[in-house]
């Protein structure tokens, strides 16, 4: 079966550093995706990652580690809008659709 | 501008009343999809397709019905067999189904 598990919340201070993790059981692997959705909101896409490593995308950076299946979103420098859900995706197979994870609901204070 | 649209933003249905949701995109994506989502909740997939004419059930098809005509719509039909209705339908495309999906705004479905 495939699973992706998330913190279900987490909270940080403005201006802090936060890491939001995914961990994951696919029955294939073609990369693994993070979107950001704010309450009322569609998701919007902000990361995918295929091969191990780091990739850094201004503020946020993304990690995989296709041996461990592991993924984490690093958030830096936080600010008030970064307040959302956080959900992590993940291709598993030629044809079937991404495998999305329930989303880990980011509260930033200040 | 390309981008995947919806309509209604907000759609209100009586009892035992059929509706259908709008999803129409423009980015020449052959996959598109379905999802609903409760409050608090993740996503859930109700329907997939993959290229015009054809469409496979997702986790939560019951209650749901589709069809693609077209490479650039995948309409979502409410039936009254879906005794609970109430949520955000959400409506994405890629250009297949292991790459970046892309979501429309989003429909509101309130029952009266």
């Known amino acids: ?110 | 501008d390309g981008g995947i649209t919806q309509s209604p933003k907000y759609l209100f249905r009586k009892e035992g009343q059929n509706v259908t949701l709008s999803c129409e995109q423009n980015l020449n994506h052959d996959a598109m999809y379905w999802y609903r989502q409760d409050p608090g909740q993740g996503l859930r997939l109700i329907y997939y397709s993959q290229i015009v004419n054809d469409f496979q059930k997702g986790d939560i098809a019951e209650g749901y019905s589709v069809s693609r005509e077209k490479k650039e719509s995948f309409p979502l039909t409410v039936t009254s067999a879906q005794k609970n209705p109430t949520a955000f339908y959400l409506c994405a495309s890629s250009i297949n189904s292991q790459e970046t999906q892309y979501f429309g705004p989003g429909t509101r479905l309130l029952v009266l």
């Open chain 1, 1 to 110: 079966g495939q699973n992706i598990d998330q913190p279900t919340e987490m909270t940080a201070t403005e201006g802090a550093i936060v890491q939001i993790n995914c961990t994951y059981q696919t029955s294939g692997f073609n990369g693994l995706f993070w979107y950001q959705q704010h309450a009322g909101e569609a998701p919007t896409f902000l990361s995918y990652n295929v091969l191990d490593g780091l990739e850094e995308k201004g503020r946020f950076s993304s990690f995989l580690s296709r041996s461990k299946g592991y993924s984490y979103l690093l958030l830096k420098e936080l600010q008030m809008k970064d307040s959302a859900s956080y959900l992590c995706a993940v291709g598993a197979s030629g044809n079937t659709p991404l495998v999305f994870g329930k989303g880990t609901r980011l509260s930033v204070i200040a």
